[in-house]
């Protein structure tokens, strides 16, 4: 009997009790300041809430929106986040691939800028399909649940780990008919929202809302208040960064009932004040806030209009292709400044588990068809056409990095070894494997403190590549500025660039016109553009900083590729992302995620350069990861190294002497056929084996590379040469 009389109390005073917490929520405290509200009443509002709407209308401040504020004019904005909660639909998956196609094609090369995030949440079992199906879309998939525990005997349960591993960027968590159909509390809700956190960048949907009865009961604030306090409970500010509240009305979910947009601009100003409360009134003022409730084609224009309605979350429209790209247009962000725009979010994911300790340098072929990356302290160079297997060749030295060497081969390659420049077929013929690489011509810097690093091929047809401090975090050369930028030009010169000396060269990479290259010393993690000299014998010139590293993100910039229409992707490592940045403002445009630490480097690649190969490193990652671009995102053709601007074949002739020979005879090891003249290789030998390396080429190039004695000396004819044939020799191999 006592406790029915006290639930009557409670309903008696409730109304009263609201009032006054309305009142102060309408009336926040100085230090946040509020602008003037949209003038807008309806017959759905409760009639006491009408009467405390606008209380004094000189004075009204129910919405929470400042257009004094940076964040009115286009900073920190929040871009609109529409979801799609299948629930338990379709029945079969058939159904569900069909739906996700349709979707797909609706989405795909029909983006722009200014459309919001989209999320769809398909049942477990229809996961990994719809990543897959949607890739390339720009639409992220989430999971409706997970389960209170990380792993064991828990039978019928779902990881949060689990989630993310498949590529699932969202859990839902809190939904009404969780909550009243499976009885889940506050507190389980809670407990799973940090199990989400524990899990990198994947992000949280939480529903909170009211039923019928506290609705018309006046208690809307009050079960909001207590579901977002208990949900968000032992959080921390920066986690707030990865949750959305999603307000929907219980007696507006599945009914055809629909609350006004003035009903949910109220309600999502009382939500922004409570998170204020737990966070400050900045990070309330960034934090999305969907409405979900019978959300329709018809009704997410007035909605979206609202100030605080940031998107919504669809239920049934979410089941028809048509309808849901319908809403999701609705959705178009109501601010247009696109200075401080939130980035665009994608996650890569694994495409060969080679566990690489350092995968680096990927590079895709257009002729070839085929991606080549290296591992460099494995001393392994890779190759897949991404349709068989694939395979990779051991050469016996550390690697900095690989480029494309213009040849009629397949697989032909230019390796910046540890100790030389090396040439390279990756031929499929497993034949070929024992072949190995042929030395093309001497570093710079022949000095065990550096080794060369990062490189691209300029427009022109010529390898850029910096070198790397190996001892630049401890040793003999810690925080020394030792390395220098360097140009292997077509005559196998080395030019250098650059006028000073740094640690760690990364983030090399040239727009479409080459005129620009980028560069960054990864400790500084600052990126910087130089005008670039065409020309032979140039240096740069024109420095200026492009992006700074912001400070609360971790690690440091790495290889780097830019795209078609001029954003450099950077490859973070230390901080599980490859971020997009417009050269041109430092903004971040896109992210993409990856569910291991330190990415390495990144390139273009696939039949129509649309996808984004990303190498990594141990001790978590490794492997070899790839997204689909959406936006109509594409990449350029890759350069190939030249010999003297043609694609004049380097021919390489061993010798090796296996009995001494008199002192300083002349030894005719072979004859090569010039178009105007005969040349002679000619050893002075003093009785020892000399392995040697001739490369030839048109107009000059040629470099000469005594392996064990200086006594050796090769004469050779400057002009382009073509085997014709071998003369005597005792040994020639």
Same mark, same amino acid.
């Given at each position: 009997?006592?406790?029915?009389?006290?639930?009557?109390?409670?309903?008696?005073?409730?109304?009263?009790?609201?009032?006054?917490?309305?009142?102060?929520?309408?009336?926040?405290?100085?230090?946040?300041?509020?602008?003037?509200?949209?003038?807008?009443?309806?017959?759905?509002?409760?009639?006491?809430?009408?009467?405390?709407?606008?209380?004094?209308?000189?004075?009204?401040?129910?919405?929470?929106?400042?257009?004094?504020?940076?964040?009115?004019?286009?900073?920190?904005?929040?871009?609109?986040?529409?979801?799609?909660?299948?629930?338990?639909?379709?029945?079969?998956?058939?159904?569900?691939?069909?739906?996700?196609?349709?979707?797909?094609?609706?989405?795909?090369?029909?983006?722009?800028?200014?459309?919001?995030?989209?999320?769809?949440?398909?049942?477990?079992?229809?996961?990994?399909?719809?990543?897959?199906?949607?890739?390339?879309?720009?639409?992220?998939?989430?999971?409706?649940?997970?389960?209170?525990?990380?792993?064991?005997?828990?039978?019928?349960?779902?990881?949060?780990?689990?989630?993310?591993?498949?590529?699932?960027?969202?859990?839902?968590?809190?939904?009404?008919?969780?909550?009243?159909?499976?009885?889940?509390?506050?507190?389980?809700?809670?407990?799973?929202?940090?199990?989400?956190?524990?899990?990198?960048?994947?992000?949280?949907?939480?529903?909170?809302?009211?039923?019928?009865?506290?609705?018309?009961?006046?208690?809307?604030?009050?079960?909001?208040?207590?579901?977002?306090?208990?949900?968000?409970?032992?959080?921390?500010?920066?986690?707030?960064?990865?949750?959305?509240?999603?307000?929907?009305?219980?007696?507006?979910?599945?009914?055809?009932?629909?609350?006004?947009?003035?009903?949910?601009?109220?309600?999502?100003?009382?939500?922004?004040?409570?998170?204020?409360?737990?966070?400050?009134?900045?990070?309330?003022?960034?934090?999305?806030?969907?409405?979900?409730?019978?959300?329709?084609?018809?009704?997410?224009?007035?909605?979206?209009?609202?100030?605080?309605?940031?998107?919504?979350?669809?239920?049934?429209?979410?089941?028809?292709?048509?309808?849901?790209?319908?809403?999701?247009?609705?959705?178009?962000?109501?601010?247009?400044?696109?200075?401080?725009?939130?980035?665009?979010?994608?996650?890569?994911?694994?495409?060969?588990?080679?566990?690489?300790?350092?995968?680096?340098?990927?590079?895709?072929?257009?002729?070839?068809?085929?991606?080549?990356?290296?591992?460099?302290?494995?001393?392994?160079?890779?190759?897949?056409?991404?349709?068989?297997?694939?395979?990779?060749?051991?050469?016996?030295?550390?690697?900095?990095?690989?480029?494309?060497?213009?040849?009629?081969?397949?697989?032909?390659?230019?390796?910046?070894?540890?100790?030389?420049?090396?040439?390279?077929?990756?031929?499929?013929?497993?034949?070929?494997?024992?072949?190995?690489?042929?030395?093309?011509?001497?570093?710079?810097?022949?000095?065990?403190?550096?080794?060369?690093?990062?490189?691209?091929?300029?427009?022109?047809?010529?390898?850029? +590549? =910096?070198?790397?401090?190996?001892?630049?975090?401890?040793?003999?050369?810690? #925080?020394?500025?030792?390395? !220098? *930028? &360097? @140009?292997?030009?077509?005559?196998?010169?080395?030019?250098?660039?650059?006028?000073?000396?740094?640690?760690?060269?990364?983030?090399?990479?040239?727009?479409?016109?080459?005129?620009?290259?980028?560069?960054?010393?990864?400790?500084?993690?600052?990126?910087?553009?130089?005008?670039?000299?065409?020309?032979?014998?140039?240096?740069?010139?024109?420095?200026?900083?492009?992006?700074?590293?912001?400070?609360?993100?971790?690690?440091?910039?790495?290889?780097?590729?830019?795209?078609?229409?001029?954003?450099?992707?950077?490859?973070?490592?230390?901080?599980?992302?490859?971020?997009?940045?417009?050269?041109?403002?430092?903004?971040?445009?896109?992210?993409?995620?990856?569910?291991?630490?330190?990415?390495?480097?990144?390139? +273009? =690649?696939?039949?129509?350069?649309?996808?984004?190969?990303?190498?990594?490193? #141990?001790?978590?990652?490794? !492997? *070899? &990861? @790839?997204?689909?671009?959406?936006?109509?995102?594409?990449?350029?053709?890759?350069?190939?190294?030249?010999?003297?601007?043609?694609?004049?074949?380097?021919?390489?002739?061993?010798?090796?002497?296996?009995?001494?020979?008199?002192?300083?005879?002349?030894?005719?090891?072979?004859?090569?056929?010039?178009?105007?003249?005969?040349?002679?290789?000619?050893?002075?030998?003093?009785?020892?084996?000399?392995?040697?390396?001739?490369?030839?080429?048109?107009?000059?190039?040629?470099?000469?590379?005594?392996?064990?004695?200086?006594?050796?000396?090769?004469?050779?004819?400057?002009?382009?040469?073509?085997?014709?044939?071998?003369?005597?020799?005792?040994?020639?191999?």
């Amino acid at each position: 009997m006592r406790t029915s009389l006290t639930s009557r109390v409670h309903l008696f005073l409730a109304p009263f009790i609201l009032v006054l917490d309305a009142t102060a929520f309408l009336y926040p405290a100085p230090t946040i300041a509020l602008s003037r509200p949209l003038v807008r009443t309806s017959s759905h509002i409760p009639t006491f809430i009408q009467s405390i709407n606008h209380p004094r209308p000189e004075e009204d401040t129910s919405i929470w929106y400042d257009d004094s504020s940076s964040f009115a004019n286009g900073v920190n904005r929040r871009t609109p986040i529409i979801a799609g909660n299948w629930k338990l639909n379709p029945a079969t998956l058939p159904e569900a691939v069909n739906l996700l196609k349709l979707i797909s094609s609706n989405f795909m090369y029909h983006r722009n800028d200014d459309m919001p995030e989209v999320v769809v949440f398909p049942p477990f079992p229809y996961l990994a399909t719809a990543i897959s199906e949607l890739e390339g879309t720009g639409i992220k998939v989430g999971a409706q649940n997970i389960g209170l525990e990380t792993k064991g005997a828990f039978t019928g349960e779902v990881a949060a780990s689990m989630i993310r591993s498949l590529g699932c960027d969202y859990v839902m968590l809190g939904h009404s008919e969780r909550r009243s159909v499976y009885i889940e509390s506050d507190s389980d809700i809670n407990a799973k929202v940090h199990l989400c956190m524990e899990q990198p960048n994947l992000n949280v949907i939480l529903c909170v809302g009211e039923t019928e009865e506290e609705y018309e009961n006046g208690l809307l604030r009050s079960v909001v208040d207590l579901q977002i306090k208990k949900g968000l409970m032992g959080l921390k500010l920066m986690d707030l960064e990865r949750i959305v509240i999603a307000y929907e009305p219980v007696w507006a979910i599945g009914t055809g009932k629909v609350a006004s947009p003035e009903q949910a601009q109220i309600a999502h100003v009382a939500i922004r004040q409570i998170l204020a409360e737990l966070f400050g009134p900045d990070a309330a003022r960034q934090c999305r806030i969907q409405y979900g409730g019978s959300v329709t084609p018809d009704s997410i224009d007035e909605l979206m209009a609202m100030p605080d309605v940031d998107g919504a979350l669809v239920g049934g429209a979410s089941l028809l292709a048509d309808s849901f790209t319908r809403i999701t247009d609705g959705g178009v962000s109501r601010l247009t400044t696109t200075s401080q725009r939130r980035p665009k979010e994608l996650t890569a994911r694994e495409c060969v588990s080679t566990t690489n300790v350092l995968g680096e340098s990927p590079i895709w072929s257009v002729r070839d068809k085929c991606l080549y990356w290296i591992s460099a302290p494995e001393e392994e160079v890779w190759a897949w056409n991404l349709k068989d297997a694939p395979y990779r060749r051991l050469l016996g030295t550390m690697i900095g990095c690989i480029a494309l060497q213009e040849s009629r081969e397949i697989g032909s390659l230019v390796v910046a070894g540890e100790r030389a420049f090396l040439q390279m077929n990756m031929s499929h013929n497993t034949k070929d494997f024992a072949s190995g690489a042929k030395i093309l011509c001497e570093r710079p810097e022949q000095t065990l403190a550096t080794r060369p690093n990062d490189g691209r091929v300029d427009r022109q047809g010529r390898l850029v +590549f =910096g070198m790397y401090n190996n001892y630049h975090r401890a040793g003999a050369s810690a #925080g020394e500025n030792n390395a !220098g *930028l &360097y @140009r292997l030009n077509s005559k196998l010169e080395v030019e250098s660039l650059l006028d000073y000396k740094y640690r760690v060269s990364n983030c090399i990479c040239f727009p479409r016109d080459g005129n620009i290259v980028y560069f960054c010393d990864t400790p500084t993690r600052k990126v910087y553009a130089f005008d670039y000299p065409k020309e032979d014998g140039g240096q740069l010139t024109n420095r200026r900083l492009v992006w700074t590293v912001p400070p609360n993100l971790p690690g440091g910039p790495d290889g780097a590729q830019v795209d078609a229409d001029g954003f450099i992707w950077i490859a973070m490592s230390g901080a599980g992302r490859v971020v997009r940045v417009d050269p041109s403002t430092g903004h971040i445009d896109s992210v993409v995620h990856l569910p291991v630490a330190s990415p390495t480097s990144c390139t +273009f =690649g696939g039949e129509d350069l649309d996808e984004l190969f990303i190498t990594t490193r #141990g001790p978590d990652g490794g !492997g *070899l &990861y @790839r997204v689909k671009m959406p936006f109509g995102i594409k990449g350029l053709p890759e350069p190939e190294f030249r010999v003297n601007g043609n694609s004049a074949r380097i021919l390489h002739v061993f010798v090796v002497h296996s009995e001494p020979l008199l002192k300083d005879e002349e030894f005719l090891c072979c004859t090569l056929i010039t178009k105007l003249r005969v040349a002679l290789i000619t050893i002075m030998s003093d009785g020892w084996s000399y392995p040697l390396l001739a490369s030839f080429g048109r107009d000059c190039a040629r470099r000469i590379i005594p392996i064990q004695n200086e006594n050796v000396t090769l004469f050779c004819d400057h002009l382009h040469l073509a085997i014709d044939g071998l003369g005597p020799s005792r040994n020639i191999l």
